[in-house]
């Protein structure tokens, strides 16, 4: 249970709502997601998006970046904060407003009039609009170059959580130990938008 942050592979992507009794609803509806948003995209004149790689292999490797999947654990609170310091309120909305990113540049935020678990309606934000945000939160806290980078099965989560962030902060210290539940989130979305760039891939909340 709880809130995830995960890659979509083509077959769910380009899936057309219908599936077995007991599939996953939102998995579901990325189909519907899909084509509205192609349909939104050809609305403004732009290519619609139709490059999504398959999922990763079936047989998981470590370390492999092909399917990101994180979880959302810890409190918000400081990462909000962190925010508010850095950022306009609309840069901060692109950033963590997002329920659905796409690799490719987008001049604004898409609002499109679908339904997810958790919204009434989706909020599209572009992968390098993201990315230049989180990299900017990123250096302000001055995140190590030990984070974890091409994160897979719970990397982020587990290296922040089960002890690996601690016993690097209490080694070298800096300014992203002052919170590391922001420092989290931090690396977060500034794994998940690389992500999304380098595998041309969306990434949902699920």
């Not at 007991?22 to 403004?44: H, I, M, P, V, Y």
């Not at 009434?120 to 609009?129: I, Y």
Request: aromatic share 8%; net charge negative.
């Amino acid at each position: 249970m709880g809130i995830y942050l995960v890659s979509v592979g083509a077959e769910e992507w380009f899936g057309e709502g219908e599936g077995e009794e007991g599939d996953d609803e939102d998995e579901l509806g990325r189909g519907r997601l899909a084509s509205a948003l192609n349909e939104e995209l050809r609305r403004r004149g732009l290519p619609p998006y139709e490059s999504v790689p398959a999922e990763g292999d079936e047989e998981f490797v470590r370390g492999s970046g092909l399917d990101f999947e994180e979880k959302l654990v810890p409190p918000m609170d400081g990462f909000v904060r962190l925010c508010e310091a850095h950022l306009t309120r609309e840069e901060t909305e692109t950033l963590c407003g997002w329920s659905l990113l796409v690799p490719f540049p987008l001049e604004e935020d898409i609002w499109l009039d679908v339904e997810t678990g958790y919204t009434d309606s989706t909020m599209v934000a572009g992968a390098p609009q993201v990315l230049a945000l989180a990299e900017r939160l990123a250096a302000a806290v001055e995140l190590p170059p030990e984070t974890p980078e091409m994160c897979d099965n719970l990397d982020l989560t587990m290296w922040f959580l089960d002890g690996a962030a601690k016993e690097l902060a209490a080694a070298r210290s800096g300014p992203w130990t002052d919170d590391l539940d922001t420092a989290f989130y931090v690396a977060l979305y500034l794994r998940a938008a690389q992500h999304s760039i380098r595998r041309g891939c969306p990434i949902v909340y699920c």
